[in-house]
């Protein structure tokens, strides 16, 4: 397990700020008071969040004169850094406490990124290393913080190209068509015909499509697969000889687990969406799939690296259901341009999985079931980045309440629709801003953590 150095400030610094507050009305109100007079803090988790926190977020809360940034005007003048390690969802969830690891809450680890939002047993295994139990205040907190669209990424057979009537320079892919894919039932280039889907070249058409996937349990699979569960509902069999849905195959154990039927589906040999990415761009004749900020950043995959009229490409996918009269939409608004735009998930219809309404009523409660449907405005695979925290750090071991002080700080400028907020600053990078109903929750939820 990797966390990430960090430093806690002097405890004479966190006591001043704390007599700042002395007398306020109640601890909601004296946490709020010391903005900025946290520490630095580190995070780690899915690599969707890694262009965002890195690149985006981090700095410009380090930088920005926006009221809840950190840049050393606002609050107590201090300038706490935040800094994060892409590694998966998974061995973010695991470094919390599930799937029965050890758990650690250490300031280098104050908060977790994930695409694969933790279901009610993995909130309970988190919850369950509360120093006191019981409490309802100490809950984890599951916060959107991201929309992002996982593009499905092609590489044609060595000397092939392909075009449609709908994208001309490159294949678009039906629903039945991708969900079949994937199952193993679809094997040949030649098989895909969606919209007048054609590839040329000797022997292309009959060349077998190879199906890659992430090396490490993954949240970008997780949605991916709650995708395709979509279009089908049955069971089949798994690499491992398990009988289970896309439901069931898209968490735990079963998230690296693929239809027997597709035969060997290849891996790369580095984890992340970055990876998957770079093993497609090496490898002819296959697909794959990744968020579309990772997409984008692999030069293989626009022009003039990649793109439209090449063998490479990331393919426009039907957003009307499984209708044979197929519309489709990109995962970028800009298309394949190695201009970064936006994912393209505007308008995202989403629904709850269960039947119950959409959005959760609070943080608090399980995202876990959180899914889009196949019939949208634009894009239909798209989700949500979450960044989880803790309602109380002070009820788990090993934290300090200038951990608690940077993330709730940095969760709020995250979630400000400031024009130098952290919404704000997602746009043109590859992602969207949360929807307006979703971000009110986001934003009630952060305004709980507290130590």
């Not at 290393?129 to 019981?134: A, D, F, S, V």
């Amino acid at each position: 397990m990797r966390f990430l150095r960090g430093r806690v400030l002097p405890a004479s610094m966190l006591a001043a700020a704390s007599l700042a507050v002395i007398g306020a009305a109640d601890a909601a109100s004296a946490f709020a008071a010391t903005q900025c007079s946290g520490s630095n803090i580190g995070g780690q988790g899915a690599s969707v969040e890694k262009i965002a926190i890195q690149s985006i977020w981090g700095p410009d809360f380090n930088t920005s004169t926006e009221s809840l940034a950190c840049s050393g005007t606002q609050g107590s003048g201090g300038k706490p850094t935040v800094t994060y390690t892409s590694d998966s969802s998974a061995v973010g969830l695991e470094s919390w406490g599930t799937e029965h690891h050890a758990a650690s809450f250490i300031p280098t680890n104050a908060y977790i990124g994930t695409e694969e939002a933790p279901g009610v047993g993995q909130t309970g295994e988190i919850e369950e290393n509360e120093t006191t139990k019981g409490s309802a205040k100490a809950s984890l907190q599951t916060i959107p913080v991201l929309q992002e669209s996982i593009a499905v990424l092609i590489h044609l057979p060595a000397g092939c190209t392909a075009t449609s009537k709908a994208d001309p320079g490159r294949l678009v892919l039906n629903n039945t068509t991708l969900q079949s894919i994937y199952l193993g039932t679809i094997n040949t280039w030649g098989a895909i015909t969606d919209d007048g889907d054609q590839i040329t070249g000797t022997g292309c058409a009959a060349d077998s499509i190879t199906r890659t996937a992430r090396l490490d349990s993954a949240g970008t699979t997780n949605i991916f697969k709650k995708y395709l569960a979509l279009i089908n509902g049955s069971p089949f069999e798994t690499e491992t000889g398990e009988h289970v849905t896309w439901v069931g195959a898209a968490s735990g154990a079963e998230n690296t687990d693929w239809p027997k039927a597709a035969i060997a589906v290849a891996r790369p040999a580095k984890t992340g969406d970055a990876a998957e990415v770079a093993k497609v761009v090496e490898t002819a004749g296959t697909i794959g799939y990744s968020g579309m900020a990772d997409a984008r950043a692999n030069a293989g995959f626009v022009p003039s690296g990649g793109g439209a009229g090449t063998a490479v490409f990331w393919a426009p996918v039907q957003n009307n259901g499984t209708s044979t009269k197929g519309k489709y939409a990109d995962p970028s608004t800009d298309g394949e341009s190695a201009t970064a735009a936006n994912a393209n998930c505007a308008k995202t219809k989403y629904t709850n999985g269960t039947g119950t309404k959409f959005p959760p009523k609070t943080t608090a409660d399980s995202w876990a079931e959180v899914t889009t449907a196949t019939k949208q405005k634009n894009y239909p695979i798209c989700g949500f980045g979450y960044t989880l925290a803790l309602s109380k750090y002070s009820a788990y071991p090993s934290t300090t309440e200038g951990e608690a002080i940077t993330v709730n700080n940095f969760l709020k400028f995250v979630l400000s629709s400031g024009s130098q907020g952290g919404q704000s600053l997602l746009v043109n990078h590859d992602y969207e801003p949360l929807p307006t109903k979703v971000l009110k929750e986001a934003q009630k939820g952060a305004a709980l953590v507290v130590f």
